[in-house]
């Protein structure tokens, strides 16, 4: 790499080695022990007097290690979402815990809704069965759960209508006979009130809106039982419904309106009026996945 110039040639020319050591930062995720070496080479010529003084140390330590910094940024871009093969996985383990009754339907459908809808985890344990149109298979979003199960409102204040599947439509109604059947047995008769997602909670209450951390503890569960799942949480699953809409073709102000974000970079027309979705972003990479 140096050997065609002198100790002393580089040290008196640093323009030289800062080019050079730069390619290499460019070529090297370990760059900083080759960077370390070679300003040791120059220190030990120092003091075996072939130079007067270390003057490319200043210089050599300014230069970035881009190679690493590049991996790093891609390791991150891919901790914010699943590939396909990875959100497909995720799916099939899903499916399986739920054939062998190591999850309840009532899990499924959470998991299941909170990746076709794309939204926060908080708005999913906030849907009321007042808020599903079976006849017009629609959902509205327009209230969150807070950390102390305290009804508020969406972030932005928004309020959404998804069109749905009937595939989640059907989904939806199993889950709906099947919890009507199981609050009948605490002499709990359901109405359109009654929350979509509830639990029993540590204490022995019956029928209470799920914690806060409800759906990544079921995540992590199944993450035991399935060692080879690519980390995941709720929060990624929304990354990775938008990310793999995209890929597939979703336009950016469509996913945008999807994932209920108040800044699109578009004027919204209409002012305290439900947005209606056509297409959820999870829906649109559901559909990419089987295609």
């Known amino acids: ?119 926060r985890k908080s ?35 928004k309020k959404t209508i998804f069109l749905i599947s009937n595939d989640l439509i059907q989904l939806l109604s199993s889950w709906k006979e099947q919890q009507k059947y199981e609050l009948a047995r605490f002499g709990i008769l359901t109405n359109p009130e009654q929350f979509v997602f509830t639990y029993i909670d540590t204490k022995g209450n019956i029928n209470k809106p799920l914690h806060a951390d409800y759906l990544n503890n079921k995540m992590k569960s199944i993450k035991k039982r399935h060692p080879e799942l690519t980390h995941a949480t709720p929060h990624k699953l929304r990354h990775t419904g938008a990310t793999l809409a995209k890929q597939a073709g979703m336009s950016l102000e469509d996913i945008s309106e999807a994932l209920t974000h108040s800044d699109t970079g578009t004027t919204q027309i209409y002012v305290n009026t439900s947005n209606v979705v056509p297409m959820a972003v999870g829906e649109f990479a559901l559909n990419s996945l089987k295609q």
Do not use: C, P
């Open 123 to 157: 708005e999913s344990y906030a849907l009321q069965w007042k808020h599903i149109d079976f006849s017009k298979d629609q959902i509205q979003l327009i209230q969150a759960l807070d950390r102390y199960g305290e009804v508020k409102s969406t972030k932005g204040n």
């Open 1 to 119: 790499m140096l050997g065609n110039y002198t100790i002393q040639f580089l040290n008196q020319n640093k323009q030289v080695i800062l080019n050079l050591m730069t390619a290499k930062a460019n070529e090297y995720a370990n760059f900083k022990t080759l960077r370390s070496y070679v300003i040791s080479i120059f220190d030990w010529a120092e003091e075996l007097e072939y130079i007067e003084s270390n003057k490319v140390a200043k210089t050599l330590r300014r230069i970035k290690s881009t190679k690493k910094i590049q991996l790093a940024e891609a390791r991150r871009d891919e901790d914010f979402y699943l590939t396909q093969d990875q959100l497909q996985e995720w799916f099939s383990a899903f499916q399986d815990d739920l054939a062998s009754g190591k999850i309840s339907l009532k899990d499924y459908v959470l998991f299941y809704l909170t990746f076709f809808l794309g939204d």
